[in-house]
C-alpha cells in the first residue's frame, strides 16, 4: 500500500494519499482495486491473440484520460466493480484453466500497479507460468516501470503523439511524446522486440509491441510518431498501426466526429513503408467494420457480459 500513499506512479505525480480513505488523483481510483471486465479477448494483433484468445483485465479508471477513449465507459465514467485480490485470483485463474487463454493481458493498468504485482505473484506462486501483459498508454514514468520488469513478460505500449499540443489538448499532457519515449526505451532495454511475429499459431511469450492509432484529421501527427520511433529504435521494431477509431462522444473538434478515411491511412501506411519497418500489424479501414452498421467490433460496451463484438471463438 505504500505505493499508493503520496502516489506517483504515473508521471501525473499527483502525490495524494490513495491509500487513506477515498482520495483520489488524476485517474479518480482510490486504492480500492476497480475491474470491468475479466475474460478472453480476441481482438488483439495475432501473436497476443493466438488461437484461444488474449486474457484480458479491464481496470476502471485511467491515468492519461484521452477524450476520444474507446473505452470511454471505464477510463472516465467509472464503471466498473470494487473486488478483492482472493476473488480476482480466482477469476483469473478461472480463466487461464477454463479458456487456455495465451497471457494475461492488464489494460490500462500503471493506476493499480501494486494490485497488478500482487496478482501475478500469487499466480506465479500457483503455478501459472504463461505470459505477463502489460497493455499501456505509453504515458508511463521510468521508475514505475523498473518495479514492473520483474513482473512482466510483454509490454503493448501506445505511442499517441509526436505533436506536443494535440497531446496536451487531447490528453491533457504536453510531455507526452518525451515521456512516452523514454518509457518504451525502458521496455525494450529490458524485454527487446516482441518474440513472435508472423502468425497467431506461435504467440509471443515476450517483448515490446509498439501500437499507433491513427486520429481522423491528423495525419500528420502519425507521420511524425513514425518517425520518431524509427529515428529511436529503428526499423526492427514491430509497429501496430491502427485505424479503428471510432467517435464515441460529440466532440468540438469536427475532425474527431468520423471514422479514419482510407486516403489518411494510406499515408500513414506508405510511410511506414518507406521508413522501411520490417514487422507491421496493420488494420486497413475497408476491412473494419462500420460502427454505423451496427455495433463497432473495436468499442466495447462493458455494460454487457460479452462487451466485445469481435467473434469469440468458443
Ligand atoms: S496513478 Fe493516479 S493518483 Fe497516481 S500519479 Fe497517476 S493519476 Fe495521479
Known sequence: MDLFRECVLCPRACAVDRASGSNKGFCKESAQLRVA???????????????????????????????????????QNGLGVAVNMEDLLESVESMIVKKGVHNVNFVTPDHFFPHVFDLISKLRTRGHSLPMLLNLSGY???????????????????????????????????????????????????????????????????????????????????????????????????????????????????????RLGKDEFDLVYMHALDLGFEHLFVQIPEEVPSADAGRSPFVPDFRLDRPFAVPSKD
Open 37 to 75: 471486465y475479466v475474460g478472453p479477448h480476441f481482438g488483439e494483433e495475432p501473436p497476443i491473440t493466438g488461437t484461444r484468445g488474449s486474457g484480458t483485465i479491464f481496470f476502471t479508471g485511467c491515468s492519461l484520460r484521452c477524450s476520444f477513449c474507446q473505452n470511454r465507459q471505464i477510463s
Open 140 to 258: 508511463q514514468s521510468v521508475p514505475s516501470l523498473k518495479l514492473a520488469h520483474a513482473f512482466t513478460d510483454i509490454y503493448l505500449p501506445d505511442f499517441k503523439y509526436s505533436d506536443k499540443d494535440l497531446a496536451a489538448t487531447l490528453s491533457g499532457c504536453r510531455d507526452y511524446p518525451d515521456v512516452a519515449l523514454s518509457a518504451i526505451r525502458e521496455m525494450v532495454d529490458c524485454k527487446g522486440f516482441l518474440n513472435s511475429l508472423e502468425n497467431d499459431t506461435s504467440p509471443a511469450t515476450s517483448g515490446v509491441l509498439v501500437r499507433h492509432l491513427i486520429l481522423p484529421g491528423y495525419v500528420k501527427n502519425s507521420l511524425d510518431a513514425l518517425t520518431t520511433l524509427f529515428l529511436e529504435f529503428g526499423s526492427s521494431l514491430p509497429l501496430s498501426i491502427m485505424s479503428q477509431y471510432c467517435p464515441v462522444i460529440r466532440h468540438d473538434d469536427e475532425r474527431l466526429n468520423r
